[in-house]
């Protein structure tokens, strides 16, 4: 393999990690920089572009003074979260505020698009319609059009978050199949395409003359342009490879590329990733096909909910602050069960398998002997057993049962949480090296397949596995009460919500 590296930047909600990869996989190094969340009265939540833009700048910049000897980089790539809208002009510079994915404040304008001729059409020909909840780009843009009239006046393209920085690396504003799913104008029974579907861009009121062009899933867009290399203190005009949701990087940087694979990567949120050949979807359970950058392949996206940042919200809340290795190891010191406290873990409603925008979290089970460190552990266990119920609807969907499932993401740092999902999923868990940059990691992967130099069937053989953990016997009549207990605290909550 070649001794070049690529930089792989990922933007997650909380900041972007950049990552100098090696094409066997090896992390030469990374830095992260956090980015601010604005949260707005009726459901709001905004970040600023150019904070996001300076922090990768940041981040790369100290990423490169981490790598020494410095590695020659042969490409950039970025991977992102989605559902979330960059207004931007011709230059790719934007005009207002990104509209982040947990942004609820298009709702009614998107069930002001649904009948039952629209929903027939959507349902069928891209997968996904517009969601009630207006968690998704079609509200998103509606939301800039509502209270930012002149960021979106200014707009000459509405982008999800890889495509504005892929726009930023190069000068060239574009997006892909896959990037543009949460706009709903792609007919998505058809790999590839480059062409979006006029039909279903009517039924969704957006305006066509603001959509991006759209390039292929895999490709080279640009070289870097000399203002961005510039500021990023690298060379100019090395390669820039075609943008890419987080999700879809999480699930080839875990090796989950065929319908035989799954991994669950838990970092904001928790999602069971896996691959399919064919478009298909369960709109009730919540689990779609997405255009995935590998070839003739469907991303099987199934999102869970808030996962990581539930920790991060109870480590806060109980005096914790940011340490994660001082609550985890008092999570261990409390057995299997919490002693009967439960978390119910829909901070932000509940997704797949059971989407319920309305619902929200609690803990159950509370005594005055209970402390900080029941409640954590009962967080973590939450977390992972709402992936338990999560996990038999995906491998319905896919077809067969997982032997094994990868972890990622910044919560499989954490043993006790590794072997807690082991329990949950009744699995062996793989908890993977190096696991914060698993996004960055299958991006990289990603960019060498467009570059020629690995294939993406060699990509499991070049993950690197810190340990297995086997479930426990002995925790599995607790972890199928909890489950029990998960999905009945969700009907009871799901009737208050309608009381």
Request: aromatic share 6%.
């Amino acid at each position: 393999m070649t001794n070049d590296c690529v930089l792989a930047i990922d933007l997650g909600t909380g900041g972007p990690k950049v990552a100098i990869v090696a094409a066997d996989g090896t992390t030469v190094a990374w830095s992260s920089r956090p980015v601010t969340t604005r949260f707005l009265d009726g459901g709001g939540a905004e970040q600023d572009p150019r904070e996001m833009w300076a922090a990768i700048v940041a981040a790369t910049r100290a990423t490169f003074a981490a790598a020494s000897p410095t590695p020659p980089i042969a490409a950039v790539t970025v991977t992102s979260q989605y559902m979330s809208i960059v207004p931007v002009d011709a230059k790719g510079m934007p005009t207002g505020p990104c509209v982040l994915w947990m942004d609820t404040r298009g709702a009614e304008h998107n069930l002001s698009l649904l009948n039952d001729e629209s929903f027939a059409l959507f349902v069928e020909r891209h997968g996904l319609i517009p969601l009630p909840s207006g968690n998704d780009d079609i509200a998103h843009i509606h939301v800039l059009r509502t209270f930012h009239p002149d960021a979106y006046d200014a707009a000459t393209a509405f982008l999800e978050p890889m495509d504005y920085i892929t726009a930023r690396l190069t000068g060239r504003v574009g997006a892909t199949q896959s990037t543009m799913f949460g706009h709903l104008v792609c007919d998505n029974r058809v790999w590839g395409l480059t062409e979006y579907d006029p039909t279903l861009v009517a039924a969704t009121g957006l305006d066509p003359d603001r959509l991006p062009p759209l390039l292929p899933m895999n490709g080279i867009v640009g070289p870097l342009t000399t203002a961005a290399a510039n500021e990023l203190g690298i060379a100019a005009g090395i390669p820039v490879t075609s943008g890419t949701i987080d999700s879809i990087t999480s699930a080839i940087g875990s090796g989950a590329l065929t319908a035989d694979d799954a991994s669950v990567i838990i970092g904001t949120t928790s999602v069971l990733v896996s691959h399919i050949s064919e478009h298909r979807g369960d709109l009730f359970a919540g689990i779609f096909a997405v255009p995935s950058p590998l070839t003739g392949m469907y991303y099987v996206m199934a999102e869970n909910g808030v996962g990581g940042r539930a920790l991060e919200w109870a480590m806060r809340l109980f005096g914790y602050g940011d340490d994660f290795a001082t609550a985890t190891a008092d999570a261990g010191t409390i057995d299997v069960g919490a002693d009967g406290v439960h978390f119910l873990p829909w901070l932000l409603g509940s997704i797949a398998p059971s989407p319920n925008d309305d619902i929200r979290a609690a803990f159950a089970g509370l005594s005055l002997r209970h402390d900080r460190r029941h409640l954590v552990r009962a967080v973590m266990e939450g977390v992972a057993v709402n992936l338990a119920w999560l996990q038999p609807a995906v491998e319905s969907f896919v077809g067969r049962e997982f032997a094994l499932v990868r972890f990622g993401g910044g919560a499989a740092q954490s043993d006790l949480w590794a072997q807690i999902l082991a329990d949950a999923l009744d699995r062996p868990v793989h908890q993977l090296e190096n696991p914060r940059v698993t996004n960055a990691r299958g991006a990289a992967f990603l960019a060498f397949a467009t570059l020629g130099v690995l294939a993406i069937d060699d990509v499991p053989s070049l993950l690197r596995v810190r340990a297995i953990r086997e479930p426990n016997p002995a925790n599995r009549d607790a972890m199928d009460s909890a489950l029990r207990r998960l999905t009945d605290f969700h009907r009871a909550l799901v009737n208050l919500t309608k009381s």
